[in-house]
């Protein structure tokens, strides 16, 4: 069961398509222009803790799908795959239309949050329940991409718990949490996070790992 396959085809299906421009679309350089807006427009105002909150998420999203194209490089499936449907798929999992979505998804749950962290609501401190709330969501939206041919989550056993509690947690209440930090805070824990996301670009990109 452990390794066993939903569809084992998917993976070469990616791979094939793997930072090829055979499908690139105009529109993807009108969602580029579109988060420089509103990353500009945060920083204009400077909102260092909606910016914050942007870059924790978005780059705790790369080292996750970093994690996923090595785990396909060492044991020949990732955990889950875009075969089709992108204009540009940057990684095995992941297409620029996803990843371009989670660079601002830290900024929009930045905007829900209480100034107050103490606040609580549900009896639920409000950071760690607009952390889980979103991860959540994105976990039963992830249910209804995997209906498409666009999305595979490759083994049986990786659904959308699984993914809720690996992938969506780490993502939005790092963004919620992000959101207090000190200014020296994000400086190092921000910077940590995508040194490490750089530096394994820059190695396992070139030796054909990811």
């Not at 909606?50 to 996923?68: K, P, R």
């Not at 805070?185 to 670009?201: E, H, K, P, Y």
Request: net charge neutral.
């Amino acid at each position: 069961m452990l390794f066993e396959l939903n569809n084992p085809e998917a993976t070469q299906q990616a791979l094939n398509i793997l930072r090829k421009g055979d499908n690139f679309q105009w529109y993807v350089i009108f969602m580029l222009v579109i988060v420089m807006y509103i990353y500009f427009s945060e920083i204009g105002k400077k909102n260092w803790k909606i910016i914050a909150s942007g870059l924790t998420l978005y780059g705790i999203h790369w080292f996750v799908e970093i994690v996923n194209a090595l785990i396909q490089h060492f044991s020949g499936h990732a955990l889950w795959t875009v075969p089709k449907g992108t204009a540009l798929l940057l990684l095995v999992g992941v297409g620029v239309e996803l990843s371009l979505m989670f660079s601002i998804a830290g900024i929009a749950v930045a905007k829900m949050l209480p100034e107050d962290p103490k606040e609580k609501i549900f009896g639920i401190p409000n950071r760690l329940f607009y952390g889980l709330f979103n991860a959540a969501f994105a976990s039963i939206l992830e249910i209804f991409l995997v209906m498409t041919p666009t999305f595979v989550w490759v083994y049986p056993w990786w659904g959308a718990l699984t993914v809720f509690i690996t992938v969506y947690i780490p993502f939005f209440c790092g963004a919620t949490y992000a959101y207090d930090w000190k200014p020296k805070t994000r400086r190092i824990v921000i910077g940590s996070i995508w040194a490490v996301d750089f530096i394994m670009l820059l190695i396992f990109i070139p030796i054909g790992w990811i």
